[in-house]
T-cell receptor
Framework: GESVGLHLPTLSVQEGDNSIINCAYS??????FIWYKQESGKGPQFIID?????DKRQGQRVTVLLNKTVKHLSLQIAATQPGDSAVYFC?????????????FGSGTRLQVQP | DGGITQSPKYLFRKEGQNVTLSCEQN?????MYWYRQDPGQGLRLIYY???????QKGDIAEGYSVSREKKESFPLTVTSAQKNPTAFYLC????????????FGQGTRLTVV
């Protein structure tokens, strides 16, 4: 399959532990943020999103935290499972630039050890 | 079932040839996008379209062209002017552009031989 992210930063965790993946975004006026999961050879899949008027949002086993002061976004995965192994991307919508498409970060590889 | 379909999954092109990648969606989405992905990098925006008969350049549009004659279809042509076309190409769509989730296809791997 497609090799995605050969030189990406890697987070290695034990099965059952919690994972935290971090992302710094670039535009202080960005108004929407989203996390995607990408498995090798496949397209990105939606995990969770958050708007700039919130600082926390929870889904099933996942939580996204937004700190607008330092332009930082994090994804927390509870009780990490082998199926969570993938590359994770954050993306932002730079609403004030006139650009109407998501801008992606460079990604983090999550490796879950059984 | 609804979704976004890219074809072919693998594509080989000789240097100097143009090639067109297909992207079709049946989600009734107004907005569609093309991204390029290289190993060790995130997704970079090539072109996007907010509505039929309209499209805008992204960050790396040089050497690429698109059309949006139908709501369901947003084909990408990789021209001979693209100096390094070997990459993984991802098409996406969303209800509207901006503050909303984009749904991705499974990608086309283009290799220049």
């Amino acid at each position: 399959g497609e090799s995605v992210g050969l030189h990406l930063p890697t987070l290695s965790v034990q099965e059952g532990d919690n994972s935290i993946i971090n992302c710094a975004y670039s535009n202080s006026a960005s108004d929407y943020f989203i996390w995607y999961k990408q498995e090798s050879g496949k397209g990105p899949q939606f995990i969770i999103d958050i708007r700039s008027n919130m600082d926390k949002r929870q889904g099933q086993r996942v939580t996204v935290l937004l700190n607008k002061t330092v332009k930082h976004l994090s994804l927390q995965i509870a009780a990490t499972q082998p199926g969570d192994s993938a590359v994770y991307f954050c993306a932002e919508n730079k609403g004030d630039t006139g650009r109407r498409a998501l801008t992606f970060g460079s990604g983090t590889r999550l490796q879950v050890q059984p | 079932d609804g979704g976004i379909t890219q074809s072919p999954k693998y594509l080989f092109r000789k240097e100097g040839q143009n090639v067109t990648l297909s992207c079709e969606q049946n989600l009734n989405h107004d907005a569609m996008y093309w991204y390029r992905q290289d190993p060790g990098q995130g997704l970079r925006l090539i072109y996007y379209s907010q509505i039929v008969n309209d499209f805008q350049k992204g960050d790396i549009a040089e050497g690429y062209s698109v059309s949006r004659e139908k709501k369901e279809s947003f084909p990408l042509t990789v021209t001979s002017a693209q100096k390094n076309p070997t990459a993984f190409y991802l098409c996406a769509s969303s209800i509207v552009t901006g503050n909303t989730e984009a749904f991705f296809g499974q990608g086309t791997r283009l290799t220049v031989v």
